[in-house]
């Protein structure tokens, strides 16, 4: 949780504890607030993350920005948890492939080419096993260098598909894994430019699906 004014970051609150997202929230927004000195009716706009990441902590998001838009009338941006990544990427690259553990041995990622300050992805977002997501990158770079960041380097760097990136002499670049001044500052960059979107259309990407999901599928699916 982070408050911004023109770029400047206020207060940031990270999640670290084991304490679950949904009691942790309002308690850190609060901290915030009264960290910028502050009221909630003082915040001009609300930026977002729409995923990939943990279903609960994605959703429990969500719905607390729709109801802050409702009830105060402000606009929201919503942002990619991985382009924000990206745009933590310090390298000259022009691709830059950022990722994030995804659990089941899987990690979330994507590939961005750079534009000037900023990024546009190329392909979809995606969840895949984490040499896979290598490869998948490679593909796109051809034979040009490629940015790699994450908090979670240790997913892909014992991966055989990395020793071929290795001889390329790339690193991933290890970054801090508090997005929220980053969202902030793209929030920040997407109003100016008179980009945003309304509570009812606000909506999660999960790019994988829940646990409740596929197993209500599989006992439909095989006789239930």
């Not at 969500?62 to 109801?67: C, D, E, N």
């Not at 009338?73 to 830059?96: N, T």
Request: glycine share 10%.
């Amino acid at each position: 949780m982070a408050v911004l004014e023109e770029d400047c970051l206020l207060k940031v609150v990270a999640h670290d504890s084991q304490e679950d997202y949904s009691s942790w929230l309002l308690p850190a927004v609060g901290e915030c607030l009264q960290g910028s000195e502050l009221q909630m009716e003082d915040v001009e706009a609300y930026a977002v993350a729409t995923g990939p990441g943990s279903f609960t902590g994605v959703r429990v998001g969500l719905t607390t920005v729709k109801a802050w838009a409702e009830v105060y009338g402000k606009r929201i941006v919503a942002v990619s948890r991985l382009r924000a990544l990206a745009m933590e990427a310090s390298g000259g690259a022009a691709l830059v492939a950022a990722f994030a553990n995804a659990q089941r041995g899987q990690v979330f990622g994507a590939i961005y080419q750079r534009e000037g300050t900023g990024l546009a992805r190329l392909g979809a977002e995606m969840v895949m096993a984490p040499g896979k997501f290598v490869e998948a990158a490679a593909e796109f770079g051809n034979d040009g260098s490629i940015g790699w960041v994450s908090a979670d380097a240790e997913c892909v760097v014992s991966e055989e598909a990395w020793k071929a990136r290795e001889r390329r002499r790339e690193k991933v670049e290890r970054v801090s894994s508090v997005r929220a001044p980053m969202i902030g500052r793209i929030g920040l960059a997407e109003l100016a430019e008179g980009r945003f979107t309304e509570a009812l259309a606000l909506d999660a990407n999960y790019v994988r699906r829940s646990d409740a999901e596929i197993f209500w599928k599989g006992r439909t699916t095989h006789g239930g």
